[in-house]
């Protein structure tokens, strides 16, 4: 089956740093776009940012809101998407989302979503 | 660019058929997506490059437009149909989405 899975989500304190991974299987990840997305309580779909394939040396794009708190980056040998993201704040409470860009301008692929908590 | 749905709610009843409009603040040829959201459940792509319909997806769901204006059409409304739809574009960065309209199976 063709699928992500996301990790790494809980509750963080503000001003700490939080790792998410998104574990690909049943393609191979670093041959795809891959993008991560959140969506905080009662709001709509953000996107965060995307790491280009392998071809494209992984470069990365990101969204102005997050942009010099986020990093991007792959483990090829784990098939594996992740998000490194700085001097969380409360306003980064969200459902954090992977997903595998279908080469046409749309999303196929997505992760069940991994809950983070900025609370003290 | 932004983009804007309308309405932001609807409410239907079994059978019935709805259109959603999206419409972008600049031109994104097709480079158009949207996606079925149900709460504590990932987004699900509905429709793709602005008409064609992602495998699996039932047929009653259509989409069209391009440049600005964009539709997604749902026929014989279902009660799992009961969901809040996003468009999203991809014509360049940052990649956003329309702020949603909620649908109600009445």
């Known amino acids: 089956d063709v699928q992500l899975v996301e990790s790494g989500g809980g509750l963080v304190q503000p001003g700490a740093s939080l790792r998410l991974t998104c574990a690909a299987s049943?393609?191979?990840?670093?041959?795809?776009?891959m993008d991560w997305f959140r969506q905080a309580p009662g709001k709509g779909l953000e996107w965060l940012g995307r790491?280009?394939?392998?071809?494209?040396?992984?470069?990365?794009e990101y969204a102005a809101s997050v942009n010099g708190r986020v990093t991007i980056s792959r483990g090829e040998y784990r098939n594996s998407l992740y998000l490194l993201m700085n001097n969380v704040k409360s306003e980064d409470t969200a459902v954090y989302f992977c997903?595998?860009?279908?080469?046409?301008?749309?999303?196929?692929?997505w992760g069940q979503g991994t809950l983070v908590t900025v609370s003290s | 660019i932004q983009l804007t749905q309308s309405p932001s709610f609807l409410s239907a009843s079994v059978g019935d058929t709805v259109t959603v409009t999206c419409r972008a603040s600049?031109?994104?040829?097709?480079?158009l997506g949207w996606y079925q959201k149900k709460p504590g459940r990932a987004p699900e792509l509905l429709i793709y490059?602005?008409?064609t319909l992602q495998s699996g997806v039932p047929s009653r769901f259509s989409g069209s437009g391009f440049g600005t204006e964009f539709t997604l059409t749902i026929s014989s409304l279902q009660p799992g149909d009961s969901a809040t739809y996003y468009c999203?574009?991809?014509?360049?960065?940052?990649?956003?989405f329309g702020q949603g309209t909620r649908l109600e199976i009445k």
């Open positions: 490059a602005a008409s």
């Open positions: 600049q031109a994104v040829n097709n480079y």
């Open positions: 999203q574009h991809l014509k360049g960065y940052p990649i956003t």
């Open positions: 997903a595998k860009d279908n080469g046409h301008w749309a999303f196929d692929i």
């Open positions: 049943g393609f191979t990840s670093i041959d795809h776009y």
């Open positions: 790491s280009r394939n392998k071809g494209e040396r992984y470069s990365t």
